[in-house]
């Protein structure tokens, strides 16, 4: 059974710091999703890496994917407040489904 | 463009009762999937559909039950409502094909809230 882990499971941070939010999988797969939910919202897709070495960027987040360690990283840069949420790495499995972590709940403190 | 529609938003229930809930996916969407997600945790999957065929069922029991109709949308059916029933079920559409991975992120609607008294 595929365990996909996230760390830290809270993350409390100031505006202006670098950080880095970890996901770790157990089985081969090179397909992984990193997404956004604000409190009593949906989700919202931030990135699809789908390679050994994929490296996505948008604005203050960097998402990349090392398959040999089954390991994905979301990176913040300079960390502003609209950035607080839970971030959800999910991984795509053969058949099209989807095993997402328990989330990382991300406070952006002024 | 409208993005996936959840009816209803919230709903309560009590211990036994059934639900249905509704699901319509973004347009051009032919792929459907359901996820519960219980405060706190993240999305755990349910089922999802591909032009009205199930292709792929996740570890909740048969008490769960789902179907997709001609024009997309989707029902989800939950029967002898349980108290750990309580949760946000989200619907999510894709414009995955029929290709063993579909190498694009879901569109998540805003969920149905259920709460079983």
């Known amino acids: 059974e595929l365990k996909v882990e996230q760390n830290p499971l809270f993350l409390s941070m100031q505006e202006g710091k670098n950080y880095t939010i970890y996901c770790n999988y157990s089985?081969?797969?090179?397909?992984l999703y990193w997404y956004r939910q604000d409190p009593g919202k949906s989700l919202e897709s931030l990135f699809v890496l789908l390679s050994n070495g994929a490296v996505k960027q948008e604005g203050r987040l960097m998402a990349s994917l090392d398959t040999k360690a089954r390991l994905s990283t979301l990176h913040i840069t300079a960390a502003v407040h609209d950035l607080s949420a839970t971030y959800f790495c999910a991984v795509e499995l053969y058949g099209q489904n989807f095993v997402f972590g328990p989330g990382t709940r991300l406070s952006v403190l002024p | 463009d409208a993005g996936v529609t959840q009816s209803p938003t919230h709903l309560i229930k009590t211990r036994g009762q059934h639900v249905t809930l509704r699901c319509s996916p973004i347009s051009g969407h032919k792929s459907v999937s359901w996820y519960q997600q219980v405060l706190g945790q993240g999305p755990q999957f349910i089922f999802q559909y591909y032009e009205k065929e199930e292709r792929g069922r996740g570890n909740f029991p048969d008490r769960f039950s789902a179907r997709q109709f001609p024009n997309y949308s989707s029902e989800l059916n939950v029967n002898a409502l349980l108290l750990g029933d309580s949760a946000l079920y989200l619907c999510?559409?894709?414009?995955?094909?029929?290709?063993?991975?579909?190498?694009?992120?879901?569109?998540f609607g805003d969920g149905t809230r259920l709460s079983i008294l």
């Open positions: 089985t081969t797969s090179d397909r």
């Open positions: 999510a559409s894709s414009l995955s094909d029929r290709g063993t991975y579909s190498n694009q992120p879901q569109h």
